[in-house]
């Protein structure tokens, strides 16, 4: 399965909401849909399974969706520490597999 | 608090192989499962694979296949990663990553990761 994230470039301010889009070429097996956070120099971070799940921890500014083969990222207000990028992954079928990422930037 | 101890970076030559180990720490070992995902310089995150530290049942990437291999040593709660006949094109970060939830949840959601290992492969 193959995940496209759109854009590849996400420019905003803080406090802006940031919507993330990750678009599958099949349907995912019981929504086992992933968002994960990276920063520069660190390993990923997982916040969002099955597609909207919210990992403990995770603030609730964070939020996932999903209609049909389309699945978004919501963060409701962006906070400096959001700044980062972010990666889908599908782990319905095997092989599972990543979108190529969204950065989000300070504008 | 879990935490997933990785091995030291590597310098291979193309032809060679690399193994890199994990530790876990902070969860039984057997109960979940762990995946090894790579990500080469400025690019994304690949996945390789996915071994049951439980029984050892694996998953691999076709792109992999036979040339990684995926093990744990549940004595010493242990996973190791093989990757063998290298090439430049595998000069990567490699991490390992637990399963969210434990076996036999879904597996695939990863909830914890290592600090990565640096594989550089260089003539």
């Known amino acids: 399965i193959v995940l496209t994230q759109s854009p590849g470039t996400l420019s905003l301010s803080p406090g802006e909401r940031a919507t993330l889009s990750c678009r599958a070429s099949?349907?995912?097996?019981?929504?086992?849909l992933a968002w994960y956070q990276q920063k520069p120099g660190q390993a990923p971070r997982l916040l969002i399974y099955?597609?909207?799940y919210r990992v403990t921890g995770i603030p609730d500014r964070f939020s996932g969706s999903e209609s049909g083969t389309d699945f978004t990222l919501t963060i409701s207000r962006l906070e400096p520490e959001d700044f980062a990028v972010y990666y889908c992954q599908q782990y319905g079928s095997s092989p599972w597999t990543f979108g190529q990422g969204t950065k989000v930037e300070i504008k | 608090q879990v935490q997933l101890l990785q091995s030291g970076g590597e310098v291979k030559k193309p032809g060679a192989s690399v193994n890199v180990s994990c530790k876990p720490s902070g969860y039984t070992f057997t109960s979940y499962g762990i995946s090894w995902v790579r990500q080469a310089p400025g690019q994304g995150l690949e996945w390789m694979g996915w071994?049951?530290?439980?029984?050892?049942?694996?998953k691999n990437a076709q792109k992999f296949q036979g040339r990684v291999s995926m093990t744990t040593d549940t004595s010493t709660s242990t996973a190791y990663m093989e990757l063998r006949r290298l090439t430049s094109d595998d000069s990567a970060m490699y991490y390992c990553?637990?399963?969210?939830?434990?076996?036999?949840?879904?597996?695939?959601?990863?909830?914890?990761w290592g600090q990565g290992t640096l594989v550089t492969v260089s003539s």
């Open positions: 990553a637990r399963d969210l939830r434990a076996i036999p949840a879904a597996k695939g959601a990863f909830g914890y």
């Open positions: 071994i049951s530290a439980y029984n050892g049942n694996t």
């Open positions: 099949q349907s995912i097996s019981s929504s086992y």
């Open positions: 099955g597609a909207s």
